[in-house]
């Protein structure tokens, strides 16, 4: 995605084209949109993304805040403990349920109120050019052969990448050493000097390296192939039964109101149409998820069940 018209400053805020707040009659003129992921990571990018766009629509100006540590808790903890006034909202993902799950968190993903889905997003399991690994088949019969000699890369510790790593793990029996790192990107650099063998992510992060092709995909963890890179198979079509599903989606602190989130429906149904954006989210191999603030808590419950039913039986949870 073409970052050049972002603005980031020290304190790890990107401020997204100025709009007035007074053509739509949002109660916010400025919105900021929290994320754990670091700068250039899914989550950033996607905030990142949406709001050069959505702004407009809102009458919005939109400004994304990177709150680091804790697995997503701390930027939990901010979104949870802000004023109901529309102003602050958080990027979800499985991760955000996971870390409530996995940890012991002063706010828990049961601290935010779901106001919209908007994407699903599509993981792949990725190397270096320079790797011998041509497949995930490849580096699976590598694995099983060599138990605990491959390195394997994830974002945070309670993130869905790195849960489906250590599912891989016990599918394969490798016994890879998996390491975890705050984001997506940083995970990504050391698959690239070679410190990692195989990383996991998603295309909007990695597009870049696939570009320059620095990067080479071995797997999808779907059950459908890409439509701008058809030859890339995915995992069960390799023999590894893995599939994973990730979400994109804004949550906000409890008390909203009807108007607020009548207003974010309204928003990013007109986004999704746009053929601007539409044009950069197909590039990213994003799938539109649409549900709107009636549905967005009966899926966000949805998704935590399929978690913690995933977690129990890895032996991580009781």
Not at 187 to 198: A, E, K, P, Q
Request: glycine share 10%; charged share 20%.
């Amino acid at each position: 995605m073409n970052r050049r018209g972002f603005v980031l400053t020290a304190a790890g805020f990107g401020v997204l084209g100025p709009a007035s707040a007074s053509a739509q009659g949002y109660p916010a003129r400025t919105v900021t949109l929290v994320t754990h992921s670091s700068p250039g990571g899914g989550s950033d990018v996607f905030l990142r993304v949406l709001g050069k766009y959505l702004g407009p629509k809102m009458g919005v100006t939109f400004v994304v805040e990177n709150i680091r540590g804790g697995s997503g808790a701390r930027a939990v903890s901010k979104v949870a403990t802000s004023a109901p006034d529309g102003a602050t909202f958080y990027a979800t993902t499985p991760t955000y349920i996971q870390t409530s799950l996995l940890s012991k968190v002063e706010h828990s993903y049961e601290s935010l109120m779901p106001i919209v889905n908007v994407f699903l997003d599509l993981e792949v399991i990725f190397t270096r050019t320079q790797s011998p690994f041509q497949s995930l088949a490849d580096a699976m019969a590598h694995a099983k052969a060599n138990p605990g000699k491959q390195k394997w890369g994830a974002s945070n510790p309670a993130s869905l990448e790195r849960i489906a790593m250590e599912r891989l793990n016990r599918l394969v029996g490798a016994c890879a050493a998996i390491a975890s790192h705050e984001g997506g990107r940083d995970h990504m650099i050391n698959v690239l000097n070679g410190t990692l063998d195989l990383g996991i992510g998603e295309i909007q992060e990695l597009r870049p390296q696939i570009d320059a092709g620095q990067i080479r995909l071995l797997a999808m963890l779907t059950d459908s192939r890409l439509v701008d890179i058809p030859d890339l198979p995915f995992a069960r079509e390799q023999g590894i039964a893995l599939a994973v599903k990730k979400f994109r989606g804004l949550a906000g602190p409890k008390g909203l109101p009807e108007t607020v989130l009548k207003a974010w429906d309204s928003g990013i149904t007109a986004v999704l149409a746009d053929p601007a954006y539409r044009a950069e989210y197909a590039k990213e191999n994003l799938i539109p998820a649409f549900k709107g603030h009636a549905e967005a808590g009966a899926f966000t419950a949805e998704i935590a069940t399929e978690i913690t039913r995933s977690l129990r039986d890895l032996g991580v949870i009781k």
